[in-house]
């Protein structure tokens, strides 16, 4: 968190602010994260037996998302608020700056592996689902139907990252090798410790700690939606999977439940940023959450899921 200082050093000394954010966090979200997630796929092997990890990702992301959307009503009557607690609560905080780094704390390299697999779809479910959806809620008036949304997402130069992330499933199931000096020259966390504290400072750019108390309804909801409704909805999706062919059981499942009620994510902000959902409430909304996952929420995951 300490670029997420910085930041907030930089805008209350006025060195920078929210046009140097939205600029970060757009490239965050439409290049950085689908490269890092694009190279991780394409050296990750995927076997039809683990589809059940990635798909109930997928329908977590879909199922809260909508819940969230049902829940806001009761928080704010702001219309993109609306839309941006709809992110905040639709996505987690799955990659490797909280919720594989839990589940790596807990269960080593094969934690690691699997959330690796359980993130396979996010940029996809993001596109289809996020983008519409936060679209409609960034003008006074919805210009369109949502099917025509969708349609026109997979357009959209913000979507410029999907075809990475889908050329990497493509060429893991092809069982095409990654070229050996990206491994050799270390390029996949030479990226992540570049992008991850550049996120972070874009959030620090943003954050404005007089909004907290104001935003108490919302961030009250917001840790429903994550803590409560997500781990609810985690819970069912793993456990409905023993019906059918791929059913998740032992560590796959641990995985699937740890993952579904992490904090939000750091996309949440960047798609705030990205189609102007009150990105000064998102990062308050992603400091506030991380603090009280951090505090009171891991350590009954660490007690739960621990050895």
């Not at 983008?131 to 369109?144: D, E, G, L, N, V």
């Not at 992603?286 to 660490?302: E, G, K, Q, R, S």
Request: hydrophobic letters at 55%; glycine letters at 8%; charged letters at 10%.
């Amino acid at each position: 968190m300490a670029s997420t200082g910085a930041g907030y050093v930089c805008q209350r000394l006025k060195l920078a602010g929210d046009r140097a954010a939205r600029r970060i966090m757009t490239f965050v979200g439409v290049f950085a994260y689908p490269i890092v997630g694009g190279l991780s796929i394409w050296g990750t092997p995927l076997h039809l037996s683990d589809i059940a990890l990635p798909l109930s990702a997928a329908a977590h992301i879909v199922v809260m998302t909508f819940l969230s959307l049902a829940l806001a009503r009761f928080v704010t009557k702001d219309r993109a608020e609306t839309g941006l607690f709809a992110m905040a609560g639709g996505t987690g905080n799955n990659g490797f700056t909280m919720g594989a780094f839990v589940l790596y704390l807990l269960y080593g390299e094969p934690g690691m592996g699997l959330s690796n697999l359980y993130i396979l779809l996010f940029v996809p479910t993001m596109v289809l689902l996020l983008y519409p959806i936060a679209r409609h809620y960034s003008s006074a008036q919805p210009t369109t139907s949502m099917r025509k949304l969708i349609v026109s997402s997979l357009f959209d130069w913000r979507s410029a990252g999907m075809p990475l992330v889908v050329l990497g499933i493509v060429l893991s199931v092809m069982g095409v090798p990654r070229p050996p000096q990206i491994v050799a020259w270390h390029v996949l966390d030479i990226l992540v410790f570049t992008i991850t504290p550049l996120a972070f400072f874009g959030i620090g750019l943003l954050l404005h700690f007089s909004r907290v108390q104001a935003m108490g309804r919302m961030l009250a909801g917001l840790a429903v939606a994550r803590f409560a409704l997500g781990a609810a909805v985690g819970l069912a999706l793993a456990t409905v999977t023993w019906w059918t062919p791929l059913p998740l059981r032992d560590l796959r499942w641990n995985v699937v439940v740890v993952q579904s009620f992490v904090p939000t994510s750091v996309t949440m902000v960047a798609l705030a940023n990205m189609f102007d959902l009150r990105p000064r409430e998102a990062s308050v909304l992603f400091v506030v959450n991380t603090a009280m996952y951090l505090l009171l929420v891991l350590p009954v995951v660490m007690w739960l899921f621990g050895p």
